[in-house]
């Protein structure tokens, strides 16, 4: 059975009836017309590469994470003020600078001729292989007739993924914490994001591991018909962030994709796995940094840590996975990609050509000739253990300072350690004073003037829903999303968990008070 068919029902009518077509560009020609070996261009748009001002760009890299501040002495745009910025940079980084000319004959990297040049909507070809490369080396899925599509980053995938499966009057499952903006577009191509439980602490909230609930969702589609979404049509896809979940930072086992891929198997529906934070994979806390020193080898960096992605066990071609380079990289460069069946591929391509056309010729070439002076996948696996190796120490600084709080140990909030990603959440133990869910809202606002007054931004779990109305979300949403990616160092991690525990503390200083029964 070819992938048209096996899926073609399963994408929205938009993307079946698509069709481009550049219309000043004549068809193939007659077996017998004889083509010129050397034909002149007097018919496409692009301008020769001599109309390009750039005729090199020379970037200086750095060896690992915040090397930036080492610098000997600083100001705001030019690191140092009193020695020359090439040499101090050059002495910092060995001569660490990547280099890319207007051509080129290293056939991994992108020159100048190529990358300021109008190209391919689906990406260059050298960093669509090395993508290829990537996935074969860490998540190789378990059908051969896949393919990948650069993107101008996820935002800009989560919205043709959108369009892919997203139809108008449709349904599409997402976990019931998530990444909201995903909810919104799929809510702006006309569908509903259907909420699917989640166990966050599962002895609390009754299932046997962090995760989407498998019986939970196996259930609501086996009795679509005459369960709370009957008068809408059954799901045709599944959102999920299953490493490093936004905003929980769980991760779902090996046994839980594999039950969750046998319900989509069994209910016919694609997942569409969105793994920002994957590559960030964070040891158990209390646990030394396996990152520190020289890190691992890369085979063990991906067998003993790295979560499975869903296209390991994906046999029929169902599992859609979205990756970036923002978390790793930079987020500026707005680069991602897609990895489907090339059925899939084939559809993302052509809507690519009608929408964004093609992903930055600059941000690819700045990108791949970086990882290509790296040494390509193997490059990129150790910087992504560096980029680990900063994060668990953050987690293990702003942990510490948590669980040495007072507020900690006068159980004013419970902590839920992430292993993989930016994200911890912490659950602020409301039940005893303020036992009915409904009411949690209105005095978590309270919360959020003191760590206002005391200078700590966060992001409230009740405002990171798909339904506050979902009969399992308003018992659990009294969490607090915090990231421990934003801050400069380690000293402001610090100083914003001790931000943070002072908030908590006053504010239950004045809940203890009866300053909030009001709200009840």
Do not use: C
């Amino acid at each position: 059975m070819s992938l048209e068919t096996k899926f073609n029902h399963l994408i929205s009518n938009r993307a079946k009836e698509r069709k481009f077509k550049a219309g000043f560009f004549e068809g193939s020609t007659p077996d017998h017309v004889v083509k010129h070996p050397n034909p002149l261009p007097l018919g496409g748009g692009t301008p020769d590469e001599g109309f390009f001002p750039i005729e090199s760009i020379h970037l200086n890299l750095i060896n690992e994470p915040f090397q930036h501040l080492s610098y000997q002495e600083k100001t705001k745009n030019l690191n140092i003020k009193d020695i020359n910025v090439k040499e101090q940079i050059h002495k910092i980084n060995d001569d660490n600078t990547n280099h890319t000319y207007r051509y080129t004959d290293n056939e991994d990297e992108v020159d100048l001729a190529t990358g300021l040049q109008y190209s391919w909507g689906n990406g260059f070809p050298q960093l669509r292989k090395f993508s290829k490369d990537l996935i074969t080396r860490t998540n190789k899925p378990g059908y051969d007739d896949w393919d990948v599509i650069i993107t101008n980053g996820s935002g800009d995938s989560l919205h043709k993924i959108s369009d892919l499966f997203v139809e108008k009057g449709g349904t599409i499952l997402v976990e019931e914490f998530t990444f909201t903006p995903f909810n919104s577009t799929a809510q702006n191509w006309g569908g509903t994001p259907i909420p699917i439980k989640l166990n966050i602490r599962p002895k609390k909230d009754g299932g046997e591991e962090p995760g989407v609930d498998p019986e939970y969702l196996d259930d609501l589609l086996t009795n679509w018909s005459s369960g709370p979404y009957k008068h809408l049509p059954k799901p045709y896809a599944l959102y999920t962030i299953p490493t490093g979940q936004n905003p929980t930072g769980l991760s779902q086992s090996l046994e839980l994709r594999k039950k969750i891929y046998s319900i989509a198997e069994k209910h016919d529906f694609i997942i569409v796995e969105d793994d920002p934070y994957g590559y960030i994979s964070l040891p158990k806390y209390g646990t030394p940094n396996v990152y520190e020193n020289d890190g691992l080898d890369n085979d063990t960096y991906i067998k003993s840590y790295l979560k499975p992605s869903y296209l390991t066990l994906d046999t029929s071609g169902r599992v859609v996975r979205l990756e970036t380079f923002s978390k790793l990289f930079s987020p500026g460069l707005r680069l991602g990609f897609i990895v489907a069946n090339k059925f899939f591929i084939e559809k993302l391509n052509l809507y690519t050509g009608l929408s964004t056309r093609a992903p930055s010729g600059v941000s690819q070439l700045v990108f791949n000739n970086i990882v290509a002076n790296w040494g390509g996948v193997d490059g990129w696996l150790t910087w992504a253990q560096k980029i680990a190796k900063h994060y668990t120490i953050r987690r293990d600084l702003f942990l510490k300072t948590l669980y040495d709080s007072e507020s900690f140990k006068n159980n004013e909030f419970e902590v839920v350690e992430p292993d993989a990603g930016m994200f911890i959440i912490v659950y602020i133990n409301l039940e005893s004073k303020f036992p009915d869910p409904k009411n949690w809202e209105k005095v978590l606002h309270e919360l959020r003037y003191k760590t206002i007054t005391n200078g700590v931004d966060i992001v409230f779990g009740n405002k990171m829903t798909t339904d506050l109305n979902f009969k399992f979300t308003t018992p659990k949403s009294n969490f607090l999303r915090l990231t421990i990616a934003a801050v400069h160092d380690n000293d402001e991690i610090i100083e914003a968990g001790k931000r943070l525990t002072k908030s908590i503390k006053e504010f239950f200083e004045d809940l203890n008070a009866g300053k909030y029964d009001d709200l009840k």
